[in-house]
């Protein structure tokens, strides 16, 4: 099971505080910053738009921030709780990158397909900026630091804090509820906040719960690495928005008003069930209740 993987290591209060401040420390900071410091966000992103025009550049120094904070968690967890990377990654004897590869296929497909429909019925919504070069940087930054940026939130979420949450209170329900609201919540500082108003939270949310659910069903952070890479690596070489997070040069941008609440929780509620019901089939998921909301047992017994 994923969340007895812990049991690897050694588990001291200490060592859990130590490693989720650091490495927490800037979803924190940001956080708070944005709470109690009154500014208007797509202000503070044109002022910095400003500052550095190209705009690979700005997306590769605001990815190349989460390098050194995975390598520390890597580390901390090395050095503190004596596991390594596999054991924080899968139940598995190593990992499993073909699970890795077919998530990110399956919403590579869904996101081209599903923009490929709305193209076709509001032409006027996007407009075509694609420039060779540019687009080129973009793809090459996007592919070498992306992977950084998701395996942070992956390896820190549905990783460290899944596994010691859940063997701290002994249960699989809450870590998955925790980390998918945390998850949510170190979101809520996204221009898309407050674009779109707090229905966005519902996506936020609803994207750490699916990710949590195939970590536990799966027993492995493949599919949530392979999907989130898919997602965000689209999200900033597909389409971009001016009330985006992530300023890119991709080959559209659209020029539509946000979503409606609707638009934004269909997804959630039919999209993502379809996913993990072609993954469960794909997988052969069985006994998804003790899985997903089943006590964790004492390490004695685990290890025995």
Not at 68 to 82: E, G, T
Not at 88 to 97: E, H, Q, S, V
């Amino acid at each position: 099971m994923f969340i007895e993987q812990a049991y690897k290591g050694e588990n001291e209060t200490w060592k859990f505080v130590i490693t989720t401040i650091i490495t927490m420390g800037i979803f924190i900071l940001n956080l708070l910053f944005f709470i109690f410091i009154d500014i208007d966000v797509q202000e503070e992103m044109d002022k910095m738009s400003q500052l550095i025009p190209n705009k690979n550049v700005l997306l590769g120094l605001n990815l190349s921030i989460f390098i050194p904070i995975l390598l520390v968690l890597f580390l901390l967890v090395w050095a503190l709780h004596r596991r390594n990377i596999i054991t924080l990654t899968t139940a598995r004897p190593k990992i499993d990158l073909k699970r890795v590869f077919f998530s990110c296929s399956l919403v590579v497909i869904y996101t081209v397909g599903s923009f490929a429909i709305a193209y076709y019925f509001s032409p006027e919504d996007y407009v075509l900026q694609f420039d060779p070069l540019k687009f080129t940087i973009l793809f090459i930054v996007s592919l070498i630091l992306f992977p950084f940026q998701i395996g942070l939130e992956e390896w820190l979420f549905r990783g460290y804090l899944m596994q010691q949450v859940g063997i701290m209170v002994r249960n699989r329900w809450f870590p998955l509820l925790l980390t998918s609201v945390l998850f949510g919540i170190f979101h809520s500082a996204n221009p898309e906040v407050a674009e779109m108003g707090p229905i966005i939270m519902v996506y936020y949310i609803g994207t750490g719960l699916l990710l949590g659910i195939m970590t536990l069903m799966d027993d492995g952070l493949e599919l949530a690495l392979g999907f989130h890479f898919g997602n965000n690596f689209l999200a900033a070489t597909l389409v971009t928005a001016e009330y985006s997070a992530l300023q890119t040069d991709a080959i559209y941008k659209t020029v539509a008003s946000p979503g409606t609440g609707l638009e934004i929780v269909i997804p959630v509620l039919i999209i993502y069930p379809i996913f993990l019901l072609i993954l469960g089939k794909k997988y052969k998921w069985t006994n998804w209740k003790e899985k997903l909301s089943g006590r964790i047992l004492p390490k004695e017994e685990v290890l025995t």
